[in-house]
């Protein structure tokens, strides 16, 4: 089973992808705090993260940054996501976002772009 890990402020938010994940067939790890979600990443080791770009207390293009200097996560692919949509390009080219979906996103087009991520992080593995 695919592992995905998301880190978003919207506790509603999480509740329903997570449950909306699951039934796609995914394991789900869910948390609305970086550090909670830092640790996650490298005990649960997911193959995927979408990740908000607007939380609090930190911003996620920094988390992103963060995620693709590790050497222990930079290969894991990022989904960004955000009501701003003029985001996406400097999620993507400025830092290092794997793709970028606008809020809000349409459930089959998530598990859609999360499918063709996964596949071509593995074809590249």
């Not at 402020?9 to 995914?26: A, E």
């Not at 948390?31 to 607007?54: C, G, H, N």
């Amino acid at each position: 089973m695919q592992k995905i890990l998301i880190l978003d402020d919207d506790l509603d938010l999480l509740t329903v992808v997570k449950s909306l994940l699951r039934k796609k067939g995914f394991e789900v790890f869910a948390f609305s705090d970086w550090r909670k979600a830092w640790e996650a990443v490298r005990t649960y080791k997911p193959q995927l993260i979408l990740l908000d770009v607007f939380l609090s207390g930190i911003d996620g293009l920094d988390i992103c940054k963060k995620l693709k200097s590790s050497i222990f996560t930079r290969n894991i692919p990022v989904i960004m996501f955000s009501s701003y949509p003029n985001i996406a390009e400097t999620a993507i080219y400025e830092y290092g976002a794997d793709d970028f979906m606008p809020k809000p996103f349409e459930v089959n087009d998530m598990v859609k772009r999360i499918r063709h991520l996964l596949a071509k992080t593995h074809a590249s593995a």
